[in-house]
């Protein structure tokens, strides 16, 4: 049987390491060997992210005592930029993010300006997202002030960095203390960025707000719609993915301005899964058939009610199709729904579910089935 895949052990190994070693060595700061020797005595129980403050631990044993020179072997030590031309999907190598924790743990309180340039050099190599995050919360006035500067970096990863850096639920990193008011004027300037993967961002940014203020939300891309400053596609792109999860909820001001309503009217003759009961690890085909009175754009999806380890229910929501249906004109959709058992991240239990299917943010029709 193959071994199961290690995030920890394909970022962080006895190559990368080596590899970062080699940068190093290659500048004339330290050999390389004895550095990858230190870190592979340690590093092989650890998680992943003890593994990135390891090897910034080690690196603090190689570098200068004093931040500036450990400063000027970084920098002299990093590779060339990810390419600048490219647009979206270059996350650079994770090899270089105890580079970000090395910066934070030593240059935080005495050499924040020294930080931040060297959190900009960096992050055109890989993001500093997670480094950032610990002088928003020391010195949060004076980090913002920095990323106005980054707002018109010529490279579009420092851009980026300004908005998944102060995302206010970035996935892994540390909770910071800015309000919306304080990120909402960063992103009023980013939206217009030529570059996907800093738009991508911005819209995740922008999901995150609306789990505490969908409103808002709402209001600032009706604003960006007004000012004209991204292109029609791509801030539809991104009016959609900003409101997906409020789209998955069925939040009517979110249908709304996506030009979906939530009182269409619809009439489904037919919801079914197949085979019933289903087993835990099988595939069941989910079937529909629906007609609404007019012409309307419309957004499906099905509600699962799983079953949990309490014997209580609870929704998840899965997307199935957007589409125009035609007046009086049949629509007869089939997906495929994998139940995976022993996943990692959610947990099977058999029992009494329910399948649910959602159309425009309205529950349409309901039926239940076994899964054993």
């Known amino acids: ?19 970062l070693a080699a940068l190093f060595e290659d500048a004339g700061v330290f050999q390389a060997a004895p550095f990858v020797s230190d870190v ?48 979206d999907d270059d996350f650079g190598r994770f090899i270089y993010a105890p580079l970000g924790f090395f910066v934070e743990k030593h240059g935080i309180e005495a ?15 890989f993001s500093m997202e997670f480094s ?24 579009y990863h420092v851009r980026r960095l300004v908005s998944e850096g102060t995302r206010p639920r970035l996935p892994w990193g540390q909770k910071i203390g800015l309000t919306a008011a304080q990120t909402l004027p960063l992103l009023d300037r980013l939206q217009a960025d030529p570059t996907r993967f800093v738009t991508r961002s911005v819209a995740n940014h922008l999901n995150d707000i609306t789990k505490a203020a ?10 960006w719609q007004r000012d004209g400053g991204q292109t029609v596609k791509e ?18 001001g979110a249908m709304a301005h996506l030009g979906y309503h939530s009182a269409q009217p619809v009439t489904v003759s037919h919801l079914g899964i197949t085979p019933d009961p289903v087993a835990r690890g099988e595939t069941a085909e989910l ?20 079953v949990k380890a309490t014997g209580a229910t609870a929704p998840k929501v899965f997307k199935w199709k957007v589409l125009d249906a035609k007046a009086d004109q049949p629509v007869s959709l089939v997906k495929k729904h994998h139940f995976k058992d022993n996943a990692t ?9 329910r399948l649910h299917v959602q159309i425009n943010g309205q529950i349409r029709e309901t039926v239940p089935f076994e899964l054993g």
Do not use: C
Request: charged residues 25%; hydrophobic residues 45%.
């Open 345 to 353: 991240t959610f947990k099977l239990y058999p029992g009494a579910h």
């Open 40 to 87: 592979l005595a340690e590093m092989g129980p650890l998680a992943l992210k003890a593994r990135i403050n390891l090897i910034a631990d080690v690196l603090a044993r190689y570098l200068p005592s004093d931040f500036p020179a450990a400063g000027d072997a970084i920098l002299a030590a990093l590779p060339p930029p990810l390419d600048p031309t490219l647009t």
């Open 235 to 252: 801030l539809e792109w991104m009016r959609r993915h900003a409101l997906r999860g409020l789209i998955k909820a069925g939040h009517p």
């Open 111 to 125: 050499h924040s300006a020294r930080s931040f340039d060297l959190l900009e050099a960096i992050t055109q190599r």
């Open 214 to 223: 969908p409103e808002l939300v709402i209001d600032r891309l009706e604003r």
């Open 1 to 19: 049987m193959a071994e199961p895949f290690s995030l920890k052990d394909d970022l962080f190994n006895a190559d990368t390491v080596a590899h």
């Open 132 to 155: 950032i995050r610990a002088f928003l919360n020391r010195w949060p006035d004076e980090t913002l002030e920095r990323m106005q500067d980054w707002l018109t970096h010529d490279h």
């Open 287 to 306: 079937t529909l058939t629906f007609t609404v009175p007019q012409d309307a754009p419309l957004i499906v999806d099905y509600i699962i009610d799983f």
